[in-house]
């Protein structure tokens, strides 16, 4: 099974301040179709997650472009340019490349 | 609007099953794979495995290949994923997700208890 390895395990930040949120994979995601299926997700508390980017750094219609995914093969990025309150939740990546899909451990991010 | 509406909180005694339901809404289901996740207490997203509704092909995750059964009625535009012999590490929030995780459903918490 492929491994996502998030880093780091958790963020506490001020509103307005930058984040940055790793996730490397054990394997290349880049699939045969061209593609690489390497996806983000924030769980907000108490909720089910929800979209943000797909295919790396394709950020869904509704999705503030403060957020940021880039990275290829084995390594990958989500950032955040200036974090809002409402930014607050665990960051997934996963991966729908190879199967089964597996997620990342999660990254929690916290408002100071 | 999409929409994926799941079936309500469930208490399982060790060894029975359960169904699940998700109601897809504002988007038929044979255009996608309907995914199945869940989330043990405190814990993170794990994959059970994915269904094609328009020709009932599945795909699961090793572990859950004699736990898990994912159908689809597509004339309902509904998943389902039954949980068979039930046990307390089967406590758990079961997600449904259309691919690639573009929507989610609220999740259903299944409980295994005598």
């Known amino acids: 099974d492929v491994v996502m390895t998030q880093t780091p395990v958790s963020l506490s930040l001020a509103i307005g301040q930058p984040a940055s949120i790793s996730c490397k994979s054990s394997q290349s995601l880049l699939g045969t179709s061209g593609k690489t299926f390497l996806n983000w997700i924030l769980q907000r508390p108490g909720q089910s997650p929800k979209r943000l980017i797909y295919q790396v750094s394709k950020l869904y219609s509704e999705v503030p472009d403060r957020f940021s995914g880039s990275g290829s093969e084995t390594e990958f990025t989500l950032k955040i340019s200036r974090v809002e309150a409402e930014d607050l939740g665990v960051y997934y990546c996963?991966?729908?490349?190879?199967?089964?899909?597996?997620f990342g451990s999660g990254t929690k991010l916290e408002i100071k | 609007e999409v929409q994926l509406q799941q079936s309500g909180a469930e208490l399982g005694k060790p060894g029975t099953s359960v169904k699940l339901s998700c109601k897809v809404s504002?988007?038929?289901?044979?255009?996608?794979?309907m995914h199945w996740v869940n989330q043990r207490p405190g814990k993170g997203l794990e994959w059970i495995g994915r269904?094609?509704?328009?020709?009932?092909?599945?795909i699961y995750a090793e572990k859950f290949k004699s736990k898990a059964t994912l159908t689809a009625d597509t004339s309902s535009n509904t998943a389902y994923m039954q949980l068979s012999q039930l046990k307390s590490d089967d406590t758990a929030i079961y997600f449904c997700?259309?691919?690639?995780?573009?929507?989610w459903g609220q999740g259903t918490l299944v409980t295994v208890s005598s």
């Open positions: 997700a259309m691919d690639p995780g573009a929507y």
């Open positions: 269904i094609d509704p328009a020709n009932g092909n599945t």
């Open positions: 996963w991966q729908g490349t190879h199967f089964p899909l597996t």
């Open positions: 504002g988007y038929n289901i044979r255009n996608t794979y």
